[in-house]
C-alpha cells in the first residue's frame, strides 16, 4: 500500500458467490451489528480459507490475500501477499491515509505536497522554543493579527521548528498472521532534493492504538488486543533505515479479526506513524525533500 497511490492490484477471479452479494457483504460491514450476524471476513471463501489482511481508512478498503490467484497457489511464508481492489466505495482501490484523530480522509497527494512548519525563537541553544508568534493564527501560518514577545539576542539564540512532524493513520484487520512492511523512495521534482543521503536526518516512529474512537467511529472492540499478538520489530529510527528494500516492521501473530461482528471497524486496530525533522533549527539550511512511503504485507 503506497502512501500516495494504492499499488496497482491484482486481477482477482470470481468468489464462490456471485459479484453483486460480495458488493453488498462488503458494504453491510458498516452497518450496525443488529442488521448483520457475520463479518463478509468469514462469507469471504478465500479470506477463510487461506487468510487475508484488510486495510482501510473508514471509509474504503483493500484486501491481501495469501491465496495466488495467477498460479492457484498460496502465498509462502516471508512471502509478499496479494493485493486486490473489491472495494465498493472507492473503485479504484486507494486506501487513503487518515490524520490520527479523524475520520477526515488524507488526499492521495498527501503528504506528498508541500507541508510548512512554524518557526520559534530559542534564546538559549537547548533546542526548544522559548518564543514564538501567538494570536489569531491557529491555522499555523502568520498573518497580521499575530504577535511576538521582545526578546533579547544572544549568541545561543536560534531559530527552531515549532512543529516539524506529521502523523497519519491507517486502520488494519485480518483473518491471518502476517508482517506489516515498509520502504522509503525519493521522488523526482524539479527543485527538490530527492537524494537518498538526507534520509538519516527524517525521524520515522510507529505504534499500533488497539482501541478508541475517531470522529465517532468505534474501533478495536471486536479486535484482538491481548499482549504478545503484534509487536514492532527491526531497528527504525530513521527513514535511512527504511531505504534499500522493504523492511518488516511489525508482526502479527494471531489474526486481528476476534469474532463475527458486522462492523470491519470493530474488528480492525489502528497503525499510527510519525515522520519528520525532530531537531530542525535554521543552521541546517532550507530545501525541499520529497520521498514516498510504501506500506506492504507479508505472509508470517
Request: glycine share 10%; net charge negative; charged share 20%.
Amino acid at each position: 500500500m503506497k502512501q500516495s497511490k494504492a499499488q496497482s492490484p491484482s486481477s482477482r477471479p470470481p468468489l464462490s458467490i456471485s459479484t453483486p452479494r460480495i458488493l453488498a457483504l462488503c458494504a453491510a460491514a458498516f452497518w450496525p451489528a443488529s442488521q448483520a450476524a457475520a463479518s463478509w471476513l468469514d462469507s469471504d471463501y478465500y479470506c477463510r480459507v487461506y487468510g487475508c489482511v484488510v486495510v482501510h481508512d473508514g471509509f474504503s478498503f483493500d484486501v491481501y490475500d495469501n491465496f495466488v490467484f495467477a498460479t492457484g497457489g498460496t502465498v509462502p511464508s516471508n512471502g509478499r501477499m496479494i493485493p486486490w481492489s473489491g472495494n465498493p466505495f472507492d473503485g479504484n482501490g486507494d486506501v487513503n491515509p487518515v490524520i490520527t484523530g479523524t475520520r477526515t480522509e488524507g488526499l492521495t497527494a498527501v503528504p506528498l505536497q508541500d507541508e510548512g512548519m512554524r518557526l520559534g525563537i530559542d534564546t538559549d541553544g537547548d533546542g526548544t522554543i522559548d518564543f514564538e508568534p501567538t494570536g489569531g493564527s491557529s491555522e499555523g501560518f502568520l498573518d497580521a493579527s499575530d504577535s511576538l514577545n521582545p526578546f533579547t539576542l544572544n549568541e545561543n539564540t536560534d531559530l527552531v521548528g515549532v512543529a516539524t512532524t506529521a502523523q497519519r493513520s491507517f486502520y488494519v484487520s485480518s483473518r491471518t498472521d502476517f508482517y506489516l512492511s515498509a520502504q522509503v523512495f525519493p521522488v523526482s521534482q524539479a527543485g527538490a532534493t530527492n537524494s537518498a543521503t538526507y534520509f538519516d536526518t527524517i525521524d520515522f516512529d510507529y505504534r499500533m492504538t488497539m482501541r478508541g474512537e475517531d470522529d465517532g467511529m468505534q474501533f478495536g472492540a471486536n479486535a484482538r488486543r491481548g499482549n504478545g499478538n503484534m509487536r514492532v520489530i527491526g531497528n527504525i529510527d530513521t527513514l535511512a533505515d527504511l531505504y534499500g528494500g522493504p523492511v518488516n516492521i511489525m508482526e502479527f501473530r494471531r489474526e486481528i479479526r476476534r469474532r463475527n461482528s458486522a462492523s470491519l471497524p470493530s474488528q480492525s486496530v489502528r497503525f499510527d506513524y510519525t515522520y519528520g525533522f525532530e531537531d530542525y533549527d535554521l543552521s541546517m539550511g532550507a530545501g525541499n525533500v520529497r520521498y514516498r512511503i510504501e506500506f506492504d504485507f507479508y505472509n508470517r
